[in-house]
C-alpha cells in the first residue's frame, strides 16, 4: 500500500471505536443503548473529538492530544460506538456497525495507521469475540504494513484473533481506572515511532486464572501493583509495552483468563515472548495473594448504625458490588436499602439508584412534595430489583448532566437522565434515569449533596469510587458487601458454561504450564 502521508499535512489516521463490557446475564445490550450512550461516526464524530469537554471517553481525547503534540497529522475519523456495560450486544446491530465501519474504512483508503478504542470484554448475542472480529476485519483492509494501535481495559478478555491482528496493544495500568487518558497518549506516540520503525509485533500468554473483580484493586501494597510494577520495569530496547489484564469473568467466554501481553518491535518476537512468559510465571506464583472477602449483609448495616451513632467515627463507604452497573448490574437491588431502612441507620446515602420512573415522578411532583416513593415499581418476576415503598420528600431535582472532575471520567460530559434526592428519614437515595454506577462526586453535586454531613455512603459501583472518594473514607473503612446481584463477585455461585475449565480459583487443582 502506498504511503498516504505528505510532508504538510501529515499522516492520514483512522480512528474508530466499540466499547461494551458485557455480563453474560445481563439484559441484551440494544442499538438504542449505544445509541443513548455514544454513537457518532465521521463529522459528527470528529466534532467530539475535537470538543472540549467532549463526550468521548479519555483514551480518545489522550491519542488526540498526544498525536498533535508530535506534529501535523489528519485524523479520519471512521465511527465510535459505545455502551454502559450490560449483556451481549445485539448482533444484527453489531453486524450493521462492523459493516459501516468497514465502508467508511475502505472508502478513506490508504491510511497511514489505524487507532481503536475498545473495552476488550465484549460479547455479542451471536459471538464471543466482537473485538476480535473487528480488530482482524480492520487489520485485513488495511495490509499487514499498516500500524494499528488499539487501547484496551484493563478487565479486556484477550484472544489471540485480537492480538494477531494488532500492532501495539496498550491497556490501562491502574484499577480504579484513571490513567485512559495517558494511555491514549502512549498509543499515539507508539503510533507515530511504528510509522517509521514499521508495525510492532505482540505477543499473548494466558493463564487459567480468573481473579474477581474485586480483587483487581491496583493501590499501593495490593498484589496486583506489585505485578503492574514488575511488568514496567521490562520496557526499554525492544519491549514497548506491557500489560497485564486481569480478564472480566462474568463474561463467563473462552476468552476469560489473565492475560500477559507484550508489544515489542518487528523482529523481537523471541524477546516479547520470554518477557510474558517471565511475568505470567510472577502472577501465577502470586494467584492465592487474589482472594475474595466480601462482608456478610448483617454485619455491613451494623457497621453503618454504629457509624451513624457514634459521631468519632470515620464515616464508612458501603459498596453493594453485587449491583454495579459497570459490570451489567441494574442499580436497583434493595437489600442493602431495606435492611438498612429496616436497621433505623442515620445519615445514609444510598447512591446511584436507577428507576427512571420514580425520577420522573419526583420531577412532577416537584421540589418539597412529600410523597409514597416506590422503588422498582416497574419490575416484575425481578430475584433482585425487589420493590421497597416508602414516605418520602424530593430534596433535590437535576437533568442529570454532568462533567467528570475525578477518577474515570474525568473531563468528559457525562449523563444521568431526570435525577433526584429523595429523603427516606435517615436515609437519603440518589434517584437516576440512564444507568450507570458511582464513580464522580459530580454525580452528587448535581443534587447538593454535601458529603461532609454524610455518616455512610453506600456506592452502586465496584470500585471506580475508590478514586472518586478517597477523601471521604479512609481505605480501612471501605466496605465491600455481600449481596445478591448480577455482578456478584463470588463466582463460584454463577451458572459458568463457557469458561475453560479447569481454572483458578474455581479449579484449586488448575496448573500452569499446562
Not at 514497548?240 to 472480566?248: A, D
Not at 454485619?299 to 451513632?309: D, I, S, T, Y
Not at 412529600?370 to 425487589?386: G, I, K, Q, S, Y
Request: glycine share 10%.
Amino acid at each position: 500500500m502506498k504511503a498516504a502521508a505528505n510532508a504538510v499535512s501529515g499522516p492520514r489516521i483512522g480512528i474508530a471505536g466499540f466499547f461494551l463490557e458485557a455480563n453474560r446475564w445481563a439484559p441484551v445490550t440494544t442499538g438504542a443503548m449505544f445509541a443513548q450512550s455514544f454513537d457518532l461516526a465521521g463529522e459528527l464524530l470528529l466534532e467530539q473529538l475535537n470538543a472540549t469537554p467532549p463526550r468521548t471517553l479519555p483514551d480518545l481525547a489522550g491519542f488526540m492530544a498526544g498525536m498533535s503534540a508530535a506534529g501535523p497529522w489528519q485524523p479520519v475519523p471512521l465511527r465510535a460506538a459505545a455502551a454502559y456495560p450490560g449483556g451481549p450486544a445485539e448482533q444484527a446491530w453489531f453486524d450493521a456497525l462492523l459493516q459501516d465501519i468497514e465502508q467508511r474504512l475502505r472508502a478513506a483508503l490508504p491510511l497511514d495507521g489505524v487507532f481503536i478504542s475498545s473495552h476488550g470484554a465484549a460479547l455479542t448475542t451471536g459471538s464471543d469475540d466482537p473485538d476480535g472480529e473487528l480488530f482482524e476485519h480492520v487489520r485485513l483492509l488495511v495490509g499487514p504494513d499498516v500500524p494499528v494501535v488499539a487501547v484496551l481495559d484493563l478487565h479486556t478478555n484477550v484472544s489471540a484473533r485480537m492480538t494477531d491482528a494488532l500492532s501495539a496493544f496498550v491497556a490501562y495500568r491502574t484499577n480504579p481506572h484513571v490513567d485512559l487518558f495517558d494511555r491514549g497518549q502512549e498509543a499515539a506516540l507508539l503510533l507515530r515511532a511504528m510509522l517509521s520503525d514499521g508495525p510492532g509485533q505482540v505477543v499473548l500468554e494466558k493463564l487459567p486464572f480468573v481473579p474477581a473483580s474485586t480483587d483487581q484493586l491496583i493501590a499501593p501494597g495490593t498484589p496486583y501493583q506489585a505485578l503492574v510494577d514488575a511488568g514496567q520495569a521490562q520496557l526499554g530496547g525492544p519491549i514497548l509495552n506491557v500489560s497485564l489484564c486481569g480478564g472480566f469473568p462474568l463474561a463467563d467466554c473462552g476468552k476469560c483468563g489473565f492475560s500477559v501481553v507484550v508489544t515489542a518491535r518487528l523482529g523481537a518476537g523471541a524477546q516479547a515472548r520470554d518477557v510474558a512468559r517471565t511475568l505470567a510465571a510472577q502472577v501465577w506464583a502470586r494467584r492465592q495473594d487474589f482472594v475474595t472477602s466480601l462482608t456478610p449483609l448483617d454485619r455491613a448495616v451494623r457497621l453503618a448504625v454504629e457509624a451513624g451513632e457514634a459521631l468519632q467515627r470515620d464515616p464508612l463507604i458501603l459498596a453493594d458490588v453485587a449491583d454495579n452497573p459497570g459490570g451489567g448490574g441494574d442499580g436497583n437491588t434493595t437489600f442493602l436499602l431495606r435492611a438498612l431502612i429496616e436497621a433505623g441507620a442515620r445519615g445514609v446515602l444510598v447512591a446511584v439508584f436507577t428507576d427512571a420512573a420514580l425520577a420522573e415522578e419526583a420531577h412532577r411532583l416537584g421540589c418539597g412534595a412529600v410523597f409514597e416513593a416506590h422503588f422498582n415499581r416497574d419490575m416484575v418476576d425481578d430475584r433482585f430489583a425487589l420493590p421497597v415503598q416508602h414516605r418520602a420528600r424530593v430534596l433535590a431535582l437535576s437533568d442529570g448532566e454532568f462533567v467528570g472532575r475525578k477518577g474515570l471520567l474525568k473531563g468528559s460530559v457525562q449523563r444521568m437522565g431526570p435525577s433526584a434526592l429523595l429523603d427516606l428519614g435517615g436515609v437519603q437515595v440518589a434517584v437516576i434515569s440512564h444507568r450507570q454506577q458511582l464513580l464522580d462526586p459530580a454525580q452528587l453535586e448535581l443534587l447538593g449533596v454535601e458529603l461532609g454531613t454524610l455518616r455512610t455512603l453506600v456506592v452502586k459501583s465496584r470500585g471506580h469510587f475508590r478514586a472518586a472518594f478517597d477523601d471521604f473514607a479512609a481505605r480501612e473503612r471501605i466496605i465491600e458487601v455481600d449481596a445478591p446481584g448480577l455482578s456478584t463477585p463470588n463466582l463460584g455461585t454463577l451458572p459458568l458454561q463457557r469458561i475453560p475449565r479447569p481454572i483458578y480459583p474455581l479449579d484449586p487443582e488448575a496448573v500452569w504450564p499446562a
